[in-house]
């Protein structure tokens, strides 16, 4: 199927490109701010956005760039827009639409629901006036085997919510990142096997409520998270395993007509992140998957730039070499051309 909004979600996964994820609301923002010692104002989060988007050969890597609300509004240090500066660039100023998650009543503790529907058709319409091509809502599905979730009752939920808001942005002219967020950070505890079974159920439940309310598989985005244990199950798996794992569920539960596939990085190490994709990209070669499969990193790609730039800037220069060479290292890996070697700067491989 051709479309507009089709050949836009072919160019977000277009081969060595990925989506920067920086739509950090203002609160998560200041959040990340906060240890730093970097002030937890406007100003400082509209020059942060400004040192992201400025990095090197951006417009290489990154086919698009999630935005939260103020950023979209805003102008960069050099007096354009920031929607303007990603277009020069060749890169898609995306939006967050959703407005966070909140307790899904009647259910068990633990158990949120994405909201933000109310109103979202108006708001789809004034983010196209203003540039935006593409959009993201996140569910967040969390694990515990103790308490037996999650439920059905949350996963239907949840993708009832995700399916209404793709369908809402296709009618609007947006093509949407449709985000299940299998959490495995924090005190998550569950195991390979049970992060694998959750996932097999997310999917399964996202992709029939998307069927069901019409949504056009070639003019979205799946933006999943990887099949690996919790951070405080006390279990490791292998690169092998978590790719394994990963491609196995969605080779299961994905159709063949979704324009790419977008993995969220959820906590993982920067390079674990980056290992991950690169063995995924491996075996979906030989599996012949039929979806190009990348990253839209917002940890795993900001980390060290922010860490290194702690507002000030005389460290800018520094923290673009980082930020370059973690864009670099993502976008080889979305080709399977990742390595230890080229990670530590053995091996110099130029995009
Ligand atoms: P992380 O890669 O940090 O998980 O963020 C991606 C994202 O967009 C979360 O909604």
Known sequence: MSSELASAAKAM??????????????????????PLGIPETEEMRRNYRDLLFTVPDFGKFFSGVILYDETIHQNGRSGKSFVDILHADGSF???????????????????????????????????????????????????????????????????????????????GGLVPIVEPEVLSDGNAAQSIETSF?????????????????????????????????????????????VAQATLTVLLRYVPAAVAGIAFLSGGQGDED?????????????????????????????QHAALTIWKGQDANAAAAHKAMHHRALMNSLASLGKWSADVESGGLVLSH
Request: hydrophobic share 40%; aromatic share 6%; charged share 20%.
């Open 93 to 171: 100023p995306g939006i967050k639409l959703d407005t966070g998650t909140f307790p899904l009543a009647l259910a068990k503790p633990d158990e949120k629901i994405t909201e933000g529907l109310d109103g979202l058709a108006k708001r789809v319409e004034a983010y196209v006036k203003l540039g935006a091509k593409f959009a993201k809502w996140r569910a967040v599905i969390t694990i515990d085997e103790k308490t037996g979730i999650p439920t059905d009752a949350c996963l239907h939920a949840n993708a009832h919510a995700l399916a209404r808001y793709a369908a809402i942005c296709q009618a």
């Open 13 to 34: 996964v277009a081969p060595g490109k990925g989506i920067l994820a920086a739509d950090e609301s203002t609160g998560t923002a200041n959040k990340r701010f906060a």
């Open 197 to 241: 079974a959750v996932h097999e159920r997310t999917l399964h439940h996202v992709f029939n409520e998307l069927h069901r309310l019409n949504v056009k598989y070639e003019e979205m985005i799946l933006k999943p998270s990887m099949v690996v244990p919790g951070q405080k199950s006390g279990q490791t798996a292998s690169i092998n395993e």
């Open 273 to 301: 992140a980056t290992a991950h994709l690169n063995e995924i990209n491996l075996l979906a070669q030989k599996a012949k998957a039929p979806w190009p499969l990348t990253f839209s990193y917002g940890r795993a790609l």
